[in-house]
């Protein structure tokens, strides 16, 4: 669990390169919406919202990322190439993931 002023660090390989990118959750509005913004990493700016909507006995997530890349003009070509493709699918790879996670019973035991 993480909340409003804290960061966390990811590392992962991406095309080739480790990359390591830390965020700092810099708003926080329990249980429908973050926001984490890049504070170190590969991207020139990065913020990522996060939206939760009670769906009947489901939840539905839905995510909102605006991000840069460094090198001028290298970056926006690279955007539009392959950076906004590969980013959908490592969200969607994510949130399945997310998804497995929080319909199982294991989490659970870190509540209490």
């Given at each position: 669990?993480?909340?409003?002023?804290?960061?966390v660090?990811?590392?992962?390989?991406?095309f080739?390169?480790?990359?390591?990118?830390?965020?700092?959750i810099?708003?926080?509005?329990?249980?429908?919406?973050?926001?984490?913004?890049?504070?170190?990493?590969a991207?020139?700016?990065?913020?990522?919202?996060?939206?939760?909507?009670?769906?009947?006995?489901?939840?539905?997530?839905r995510?909102?990322?605006k991000?840069a890349?460094?090198?001028?003009i290298?970056?926006?070509?690279?955007?539009?190439?392959?950076?906004?493709?590969h980013?959908r699918?490592l969200l969607?790879?994510?949130?399945?993931?997310?998804?497995?996670?929080?319909?199982?019973?294991?989490?659970?035991k870190?509540?209490n």
């Amino acid at each position: 669990m993480i909340g409003n002023g804290e960061e966390v660090t990811w590392r992962g390989r991406h095309f080739g390169f480790m990359i390591t990118h830390t965020s700092r959750i810099t708003a926080y509005e329990s249980p429908v919406y973050f926001q984490d913004v890049m504070i170190r990493g590969a991207f020139r700016s990065c913020c990522h919202d996060h939206y939760f909507e009670a769906c009947g006995p489901n939840t539905l997530m839905r995510d909102d990322v605006k991000l840069a890349a460094p090198l001028g003009i290298l970056g926006v070509i690279a955007e539009r190439a392959v950076l906004e493709r590969h980013m959908r699918t490592l969200l969607q790879r994510r949130n399945f993931a997310i998804k497995q996670a929080a319909e199982s019973t294991e989490w659970k035991k870190y509540l209490n």
